[in-house]
Each structure stands twice: as C-alpha cells, then as structure tokens.
C-alpha cells in the first residue's frame, strides 16, 4: 500500500491521534465507551496506523474467555513484548466496544482504590497507554526520517515502511526482537525518571523521552539507522550537562550511551 502525504498533513494526523488518545487516556468513566470507540475508529481508518497495527497484530486471544475467567486484583497477562502488546491490548480495546456496555468492564480491580474511575485511570496508564506508545513511537520514527520539506510518498508492505523523499528513499523496518531490548528499555525508564528533576521545560523533557524511546525500538530492528541512534545519545549527553547536580543522572546516561554506542 503506498500513501503520498505532505508533512504538513502528516503533522495533522498526529496531532489528531495525540488529541483522540488524551481523551482516553483521560476519560471520564461515563464517557469511556464513545471515547474508546472515537479512538478505534481514528486507528482503525486511519492507513498509517492500521497497517502498523495490523503488521502487529498477530496473536489471537480469547477475550471473552480471558475478561470472564479474570479474577478479582487480576490484571491482565499482557507480557512485554511488542507484539504481544499490541495484540492483546487492541484486541481487548476492540472486545469491549463490540461487548460491553461499559467502559469499566475491562478495568475492574486495577489500582488499590474502590472508586471505579480510579480503576478506569490505572487501568488507563498500565494497559491503554501502552498500546498508544506505541503507536506514538512509530509515528516518531516516520515523523524523523521525513525530513524538512517535500511531499513524501510512504509505501507500507508487511511492517517494511519505505519513506521516498526527493531522489532518495529510506528504509526502516520493523520486526519481533523487542526482547532484545529489555534491559535497554530499563536503563531508559530509570533515566525517564531522573531528567524529570531538570530545570527545562516539560515540551523539552517529553522531547528528549520520544527521541530515546524512537532510538530504543530502532536498535532492535535488523538495520537500525544510525542517524536516530546518534540523535538519541546527543539528546543523552545534553542532558547530562544540565543535570549535574541531579544524582544518578550521568552514571544511567552514560550507561545508555554505552549500550547505544554498541549498535553504531
């Protein structure tokens, strides 16, 4: 399937997803059935984002067997794994809004408090929020390989996605050796943590965290490219500079700059 799409429409579009998947994210547990089925329709219509989550999509559970069979402070058995991520959690997503009748069906007992919209709020952050990192990480990664002017002709075949701009075309593929990267997500989330002391704006900080996390899946795929590799370790070291007062700053960036560096 190709798309030819102006970065400029591109822009749009994902605005557009970050605007839809807020307002799950956020929900009001009355409102969580129109904004669950507002955010699959976007996803679901959407070539981009379908193909990504159709090439990922690719094992089958028992939803109805699974949500039934769930027992009380049970979550649910996602493992962490790309693809079992994104699995699971769309085809839970996509259950829900064909079977029940509300929102809070699917996020019963998550959390430690007894107010349902509490459940709706973790079950939001713990599950639902995975799948829309994903999908925010993706989009990162094509937003960085667009480049800065042109219209850009994106052909996406079985998770190849080839991004033609001007005479050139870059490659970026996507594959299943996310558990490759565990231990580099890790030193990720602990570094996440420790910039969020840093006297920068919080644009800068979510910034700095979508370059690490575009550079993290990068570094697992069969050819990872070197340029969002580099841009990642940049993002790393800059930090470090503004945060020498913060303690464990520098020791976890320079380990993830080390581990980064293994894959130039």
């Not at 910034?207 to 590799?229: G, M, N, Q």
């Amino acid at each position: 399937m190709e798309i030819l799409i102006e970065k400029k429409e591109f822009q749009i579009m994902s605005a557009e997803f970050r605007r839809i998947a807020s307002r799950l994210l956020k929900t009001n547990m009355d409102d969580g059935m129109s904004n669950l089925r507002r955010f699959l329709g976007f996803i679901e219509t959407n070539p981009l984002i379908w193909e990504f989550i159709e090439t990922h999509n690719t094992k089958i559970f028992d939803m109805e067997k699974i949500t039934k069979e769930r027992t009380m402070r049970e979550g649910y058995p996602i493992e962490p794994d790309k693809e079992y991520e994104i699995s699971f959690i769309y085809q839970l997503l996509k259950y829900c809004s064909q079977h029940c009748n509300e929102y809070i069906t699917i996020c019963y007992w998550y959390g430690s408090s007894r107010k349902f919209q509490d459940m709706v709020d973790s079950f939001n952050d713990r599950v639902v929020h995975l799948l829309v990192s994903h999908i925010e990480v993706y989009l990162k990664g094509v937003w960085l390989d667009m480049g800065d002017d042109g219209r850009i002709n994106i052909s996406v075949t079985g998770g190849q996605v080839a991004i033609a701009q001007g005479q050139g075309t870059v490659n970026a593929t996507q594959n299943n050796h996310y558990a490759e990267a565990q231990n580099l997500k890790e030193l990720a989330e602990d570094f996440y943590k420790l910039i969020e002391a840093l006297d920068i704006d919080k644009e800068d900080k979510e910034d700095t965290k979508e370059i690490i996390e575009v550079a993290v899946a990068e570094v697992i795929s069969e050819k990872p490219k070197r340029s969002l590799v580099k841009h990642a370790i940049e993002k790393i070291e800059y930090a470090g500079k503004l945060g020498t007062g913060v303690d464990g700053l520098n020791t976890v960036g320079q380990q993830l700059v080390s581990m980064f560096q293994t894959f130039l």
